[in-house]
């Protein structure tokens, strides 16, 4: 019995832990086989819009510097020493058309206007007394006539032609340096040709100036010019007026001022004509009326030397397509969506192209989905998901 006991205290244990291993082993043995499915590629995220046709009317993008349209450099015409200046005589300053800007000392001139109207007098007095002899010489040659004193006709110099044609001419010479003194005279003020702004200021009062001194540089306040370089391409959306009398085309000009977008309207009025043999562009001029905002207070003035960005309204271009460039692979590859989420590659035909747009006639129909932003890597016929 000892040994019996022993025997089942070591060997029940094993016995035990077999069994369990073979049930165990039985139990894997007779598991049903489980279903294989291959996992669902993951739907790539895509955001989508709707092809849809809407009116076109092309515009090009253009730079440019504004400059004035009429400017000018004063410039005496009599020398003297400047007696005064006009308060707006000052780089910046504004002024009116006809307003004084300059005296120079008219002393002198003065001087020489009187002696201008007193030379105009001795000479009316020689042409008086020109007369008065010319009148009894041919008194007295008619006398002569009539006691048949001589037969033979009366010569110029006899009735004093000669003497009151040099005495009208002195008339007409001292009247003409009276013109010229009264002339002077007025040219000691220099008046503003135009509305207008002093540009640079180059002399000042107590100053002495000769006929040719710089005084200042101005130009008018009445309009403003752009000049806008077009390449060749450009011109075949744009109806460019040939003559000044053609319709003018509308411009939107743009700059940033104090950190904020500003826009003023203006028009191209012409082309310059010829192309820049270094750029091979054509420059045409848009016109800015009233940069200043001397007429209306409330908007931001354009002022001289200001780079603006320009928008030059072109030809109407019928319905087409509007794309963004972003979602153009390749330039000219589209990728649509169906109805079962799948995407496939649509080839434009791309009439134009700016920045931000391409102008599409066909390769998608009215409706159609594409996306906005092509998946990475995308293929033929996979799955997307839209978002919205």
Do not use: H
Not at 20 to 33: A, D, H, M, N, T
Not at 152 to 164: C, F, I, M, V
Not at 270 to 296: C, H, I, K, M
């Amino acid at each position: 019995m000892g040994i019996l006991k022993v025997l089942l205290r070591y060997t029940l244990p094993v016995f035990v832990v077999l069994f369990g291993i073979g049930g165990c082993f039985f139990l894997f043995q007779s598991r049903p086989e489980s279903a294989q499915k291959p996992p669902k590629p993951p739907a790539a995220l895509v955001e989508t819009a709707k092809a849809v046709k809407q009116p076109v009317t092309f515009r090009v993008q253009s730079q440019g510097s504004v400059s004035p349209r009429t400017q000018t450099t004063l410039i005496p015409e009599v020398s003297g020493e400047i007696v005064e200046v006009s308060p707006q005589f000052i780089s910046g300053g504004f002024f009116s058309k006809g307003d004084v800007l300059v005296k120079i000392d008219p002393s002198n001139y003065e001087t020489a206007l009187k002696r201008a109207n007193a030379a105009v007098k001795r000479a009316e007095t020689q042409v008086a007394t020109e007369n008065a002899l010319a009148g009894y010489a041919a008194q007295d040659w008619q006398r002569l006539r009539s006691l048949n004193a001589t037969n033979t006709p009366a010569s110029d110099l006899t009735l004093r032609k000669p003497q009151l044609a040099e005495a009208l001419a002195g008339l007409e010479s001292a009247e003409a340096d009276r013109e010229k003194a009264m002339r002077d005279l007025t040219r000691t003020i220099i008046r503003a040709p135009y509305d207008g702004m002093v540009r640079e200021k180059r002399a000042d009062i107590g100053q002495f100036v000769t006929s040719g001194t710089q005084l200042a540089q101005t130009f008018a306040t009445d309009f403003a010019e752009v000049r806008l370089p077009l390449t060749q391409n450009d011109l075949r959306y744009l109806d460019i007026p040939r003559t000044i009398s053609d319709e003018p085309l509308d411009v939107i000009l743009r700059a940033e001022i104090g950190g904020q977008n500003i826009e003023w309207a203006a028009q191209v009025v012409r082309s310059e004509g010829v192309f820049d043999e270094t750029r091979r562009v054509l420059y045409v001029v848009a016109q800015v009326n009233d940069p200043y905002s001397n007429e209306s207070e409330n908007r931001e003035p354009l002022r001289v030397g200001t780079f603006v960005t320009a928008e030059v309204t072109g030809l109407d271009a019928g319905k087409l397509f509007v794309i963004p460039r972003s979602s153009l692979s390749r330039g000219t590859t589209l990728w649509v969506v169906d109805e079962q989420s799948k995407i496939y590659p649509q080839t434009l035909n791309i009439v134009r192209s700016d920045r931000q747009f391409a102008y599409v006639s066909d390769g998608i129909e009215e409706g159609m989905t594409y996306c906005l932003t092509p998946p990475n890597q995308p293929l033929p016929g996979m799955m997307v998901r839209m978002d919205g």
